[in-house]
């Protein structure tokens, strides 16, 4: 099974943070990353999805699985 994961930059861009600010928060533990190479993180694409989904009002929320044909 593959889990699409996403970089910082990718995430940042999604977020509209900069990626100082995501890797901040994989630092503090608030969003889940699992390194890859000894200096890189990655975020899977349903991390992402549960953290705005945790951060946003109901009725909301677009998974990026939804706008996936929008890249």
Request: hydrophobic content about 45%.
């Amino acid at each position: 099974m593959t889990i699409p994961l996403l970089t910082v930059k990718r995430v940042a861009e999604l977020l509209t943070l900069s990626e100082r600010t995501v890797r901040d928060l994989i630092d503090r533990g608030e969003l889940a990353a699992t390194r890859v190479g000894s200096r890189k993180w990655a975020v899977s694409e349903a991390t992402l999805d549960a953290y705005v989904a945790a951060r946003t009002s109901k009725g909301n929320v677009v998974t990026l699985a939804a706008t996936r044909g929008n890249r």
